[in-house]
Nanobody, 115 residues
Framework: QVQLVESGGGLVQPGGSLRLSCAAS????????MNWYRQAPGKQRDLVAS???????NYADSVKGRFTISRDNAKNTMYLQMNSLKPEDTAVYYC?????????WGQGTQVTVFS
């Protein structure tokens, strides 16, 4: 069984920064690619960033150069450093892993960017 718990969301002004964390329970965390998704009100859930077990990363065009995904396998934790935040980054952010064909999601953490 895998459990994912996000934290670090909050309210921030445009241009500000937040760091999200995703703590994973269960075994073999280090063997799986991990993802951050986000969902704004009335919109579909979109992939924001991915990181492989080896540390290779990929980003949505909308966040390239502003967001950084990372992982600490010793702590079973994944991070999303978000800089230069914009109002359009406002969404619920979800941690995700596909583990042997099974999808696991965290409960989400709200990020609100307002002026």
């Amino acid at each position: 069984q895998v459990q994912l718990v996000e934290s670090g969301g909050g309210l921030v002004q445009p241009g500000g920064s937040l760091r999200l964390s995703c703590a994973a329970s269960g075994s073999m965390f280090s063997r799986h690619a991990m993802n951050w998704y986000r969902q704004a009100p009335g919109k579909q859930r979109d992939l924001v960033a991915s990181i492989t077990s080896g540390g290779s990363t990929n980003y949505a065009d909308s966040v390239k150069g502003r967001f950084t995904i990372s992982r600490d396998n010793a702590k079973n934790t994944m991070y999303l450093q978000m800089n230069s935040l914009k109002p359009e980054d406002t969404a619920v952010y979800y941690c995700h892993v596909n583990r042997y064909g099974l999808q696991y999601w965290g409960q989400g953490t709200q990020v609100t960017v307002f002026s």
